[in-house]
């Protein structure tokens, strides 16, 4: 990789991705944009383990704290901001390093992104109030109804991908398969270096998503899920920034829907689930280089610098 004007570096959660790109980035002339969808929202800090004050001041970042836990932000914001940041780093003489774990918005950055629909929130809101009324049981029904081959890909449970399949439809009035399977694609892909942390032993992994998530604990995380609670009252569970792992299980141990030790348990265990997704994706991409995160530090920088020469 001659001269290279951007580098990606993806991974599981609690694989270091940030603590790689913070060392070469302070070695080398680059800026750094996160491939996070978490860590878009402002005072979510704790629990998406986003970098520290110190750390954002020592090299750029961009794509973090962008929007409030009461906004939307989606795949298509994602890919023309972040190409856009890429010319601008690259104008600067800067290499631009793409970071993080969010592996749909990778995928729409190399290879493209269909032309789906934005969002609506009105429609979105009017979806929320189906939802009260019929349960995601009554809504997966309906979609079964407007958007079969789009319902069997989803899981009758997974309430995120039906509601966005439903406003799809609501919107357009056009299934999400068509989008899929008839339309060109709307952003051009790009060819973009990239470096895979992917673990050998997936125990490993295991082990440093739970410590990581007592450790989070430790740091404040409960305080934090009560002060976001309390500064957006209008805030629940049905809103994306509530989807991230941690959060939605926090704030129902603190409506008490279970205790604190159940808490801890599905926290950690929806962080397996996470982590267990990004994998699947990470085989599919097919990366220049895949390097196990639990190398020392000094030896992964000096894999990651020999791949730019």
Known sequence: ??????????????????????????????????????????????????????????????LINIITPLQSYDVANFVDDCSRLINEINDKGKIALIVGGTMMYYNALVNGLNQLPTADDNIRSKIQDKKNAIGIAGLYQELLDLDPLSANRIKPS?????????????????????????????????????????PDNRLELHQHIELRFLQMLKLGFIDEVIEIKQKYPELDLNYPSMRCVGYR???????????????????IIATRQLAKRQLTWLRKFNPEVVIDPYLPLQDKRTIVEKFMR
């Open 249 to 267: 299980q926090i704030w129902e141990y603190l409506d008490g829907v279970y205790s604190k030790n159940e808490m801890i348990d599905k926290g």
């Open 158 to 198: 997974d309430s995120q991908r039906i509601e966005r399949a439903l406003e799809v439809f609501y919107i357009s009035g056009k299934s999400m398969s068509y989008f899929f399977n008839q339309q060109q694609k709307q952003h051009q892909a790009k060819n973009i270096p990239t470096i895979a942390l992917m």
């Open 1 to 62: 990789m001659k001269q290279a004007k951007v580098l990606a570096i993806i991974g599981p959660t609690a694989s270091g991705k940030t603590n790689l790109a913070l060392e070469l980035a302070t070695r080398h002339s680059m800026e750094i944009i996160s491939l996070d969808s978490a860590l878009i929202y402002q005072d979510m800090d704790i629990g998406t383990a986003k970098p520290n004050q110190e750390e954002l001041k020592l090299v750029p970042h961009h």
